[in-house]
């Protein structure tokens, strides 16, 4: 026996189908309207990835142990000050990424910490553009010149070469020729 | 269309390939580009005051010749740190040999420090007045041990990763890792009554 179950019906069924919770019986009615239907496959197909991918993250957050040493303020706990470095440059893995983040959620002394960190990149920062614009000195011109004297040293020198060889071989050619003529 | 307004307007990429290709406007405009950031990054790294303008000048000379055998323009940001990084450990290996500017990578406990070896960074008189952030910044930056200054300097104000900084410096990405996290501590703590 079949029952052909509408649109609606099988919206609602979806997300306990991902989750393999319906009877073998409703099953399979939700499987052969599935195959009919291409607007509920759509539907199924995006309810799926995004429960997947929410799995994915869930895994991730709960592999992660909270492994810093919570009995150690953040200032004194060396690895958690090196991957607070890392985590404001960006340069973490996901993993560590989020080990960072939830001890700074779960902890105010590490949230002072990364906002101390934001606060020294903003001052450098400040600092650096200053005396970025501060410096007037104009160097193109002279650096474009050392460039041209070189080239031209270097120019003049394979010039003064070719010109060497020329004369050397026209000099020996003229020497043969006149030693013939004279023989 | 003048065209010091067109080589204004060009991407640096483009600019760098238009060099490569002997066009001197160009390279003029890279190295108008370019000159205040490499004099502002020495003026952090070189304790020397004096040796500022030399090294940024030998560093866009550097530039301004080496750029034809960058093959791939999209790291010109990276290999001009390179030339800077470079120069940078030449000029601490000229004054090395020089007694007053002891290598100070270790982190001397205060009081040997103050006896033993005399401090050159700073007159007594100086250090006694109340010094702007901007000074005290940069004093703090030139007090780092030397591979963590290149290495803090090259990310903060350089913005290269830390798998760039690894390069430029001959050493592991862990290494990098380790010395930014230590100069950033090396820094707060210094700084810590003016931030
Ligand atoms: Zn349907």
Not at chain 1, 115 to 134: D, G, I, W
Not at chain 1, 167 to 178: E, K, P, S
Request: with cysteine; aromatic share 8%; glycine share 2%.
């Amino acid at each position: 026996m079949t029952i052909n179950l509408t649109c609606t019906q099988v919206s609602a069924l979806l997300s306990f189908y991902i989750d393999d919770r319906l009877s073998a019986q409703l099953k399979q009615f939700v499987e052969s309207h599935l195959e009919v239907c291409p607007s509920c496959r759509a539907k199924f197909e995006a309810l799926k990835a995004m429960v997947s991918s929410l799995k994915e993250v869930h895994e991730k957050m709960t592999a992660v142990k909270l492994d810093y040493n919570s009995n150690q303020i953040p200032q004194q706990n060396e690895e958690f000050q090196m991957n607070l470095s890392a985590y404001v440059d960006n340069e973490l893995s996901d993993e560590e990424n989020i080990k960072v983040k939830k001890y700074v959620i779960s902890n105010a002394k590490a949230r002072q910490d990364l906002e101390n960190m934001y606060n020294l990149r903003k001052v450098l920062n400040n600092s650096f553009e200053k005396t970025k614009n501060e410096a007037k000195e104009d160097y193109s011109k002279y650096i474009l010149k050392r460039i041209d004297i070189q080239e031209e040293i270097y120019g003049s020198d394979s010039f003064a070469k070719v010109v060497a060889l020329f004369i050397v071989i026209f000099t020996i050619f003229t020497l043969t020729a006149v030693i013939i003529f004279w023989i | 269309m003048s065209g010091k307004l067109f080589y204004k307007k060009i991407p640096l990429e483009e600019l760098v390939i238009l060099s490569q290709k002997s066009d001197y406007r160009a390279l003029e405009e890279l190295i108008k580009r370019e000159q205040k950031n490499i004099f502002a990054t020495f003026t952090y790294l070189s304790k020397k005051r004096e040796n500022i303008a030399d090294l940024t000048q030998e560093a866009l000379m550097r530039m301004a010749r080496g750029l034809i055998n960058l093959r791939n323009p999209k790291t010109f940001k990276s290999w001009l740190n390179q030339i800077v990084t470079n120069l940078f450990y030449d000029e601490l290996r000229k004054s090395t040999r020089k007694p007053q500017l002891v290598s100070i990578d270790t982190e001397p406990s205060e009081n040997s420090f103050h006896t033993q070896i005399p401090d050159y960074r700073h007159k007594p008189a100086e250090k006694a007045m109340s010094l702007e952030l901007d000074t005290m910044i940069k004093n703090e930056i030139k007090s780092l041990p030397e591979h963590f200054r290149i290495a803090i300097i090259l990310r903060e104000l350089q913005g290269l990763s830390y798998e760039e900084i690894a390069e430029a410096t001959h050493t592991t990405i862990g290494t990098v890792k380790s010395r930014i996290a230590r100069a950033r501590g090396k820094l707060q703590d210094g700084l810590k009554n003016y931030i």
